[in-house]
């Protein structure tokens, strides 16, 4: 099975099969071209949008206004247009990756850090890695596969279920699982009780499972799940990133271990949610170009504590199925 009991009964409309057969014959294209053609090709798709989604490109400079407020106007917009430009790049990358054999995977890639992930699994408790939608994370996952040991990629659905089998397809094909919200905390706490790794972003506005942490100085609702799940099972938390290199070649980084807070921490899930976030703002500061602006990730609405699924995790209540 490979997209859960609810996406079996969704709907297939004519627009998800005309999505489909573009995305397909896109992939059939890039297939063919060498990794500078396909980088180009991405980068010309990203500049159309830029061009063309005005919503998308109003939030993203909004967003940067409020992260960056001593740069100029100018700097922010070049930031937007190269971030378009950025996730042009790595859909074209992801499906290229999607056509390659192992080999030719790992001929494009190089590792740094990633001792710290076999130092995480020599422990025993598995390892929870982390970072957001930034640079090439979906390329990092593939390859892990095949340097280290396969993982287990907590995702969402996609709204097309065609393209979420699709990219099943193509998280799987190194032989990495995805985990889904139903069930989800199970699968990762045997995932770690296994001693394998549990890969999750951390940087989307969420509406259950949140606390509220800074990002770029304002609160920001963030998943409490990593922490959570840290402080039950005491696996350790390596925060990831991908990052381009000249020639079409991408850089896997594996930070250090993020310190958990002290045992008698009364806010330790805050606490450890905050620095984690941490690492990945300062990522995101060093390279603000590879970071999603788009999306709105900061809301108005703040509620002091929100409950859902994995905050009770930090006390043993494994039956958090709410299904959606």
Sequence with gaps: ???????????????????????????????????????????????????????????????????????????????????????????????????????????????EGHERVLAAHAQGRGALLFTGHFGFWEINALVHALTLHPIAVMARPLDNPLLHDLLERVRRRTGNAVIYRRGALRRVLRTLAGNQAVALLIDQHIHTDAVYVDFFNRPAATTAALAAIALRTGAPVIPVFALPLPGGRFRMVYEHAVDAPDADDPDAIRDFTQRCTDVLEMYVRRYPQLWLWMHRRWRDVEPSEVKGMFPAAASGDESGDDGS
């Design 1 to 111: 099975m490979t997209s859960g009991h609810a996406l079996e009964r969704r709907r297939v409309t004519l627009l998800h099969r005309l999505e489909y057969a573009a995305v397909l014959a896109v992939r059939g294209l890039l297939r063919r071209l060498p990794m500078r053609a396909v980088l180009a090709a991405g980068t010309l798709l990203g500049r159309a949008f830029h061009a063309v989604d005005r919503s998308h490109r109003r939030l993203a400079l909004s967003n940067l206004a409020a992260a960056f407020p001593v740069r100029s106007p100018q700097e922010r917009q070049a930031i937007a247009r190269e971030m378009f430009a950025h996730f042009g790049r790595l859909l074209a990358v992801l499906l290229k990756f999607s056509t390659m054999t192992p080999q030719e995977m790992l001929a494009r890639v190089e590792f």
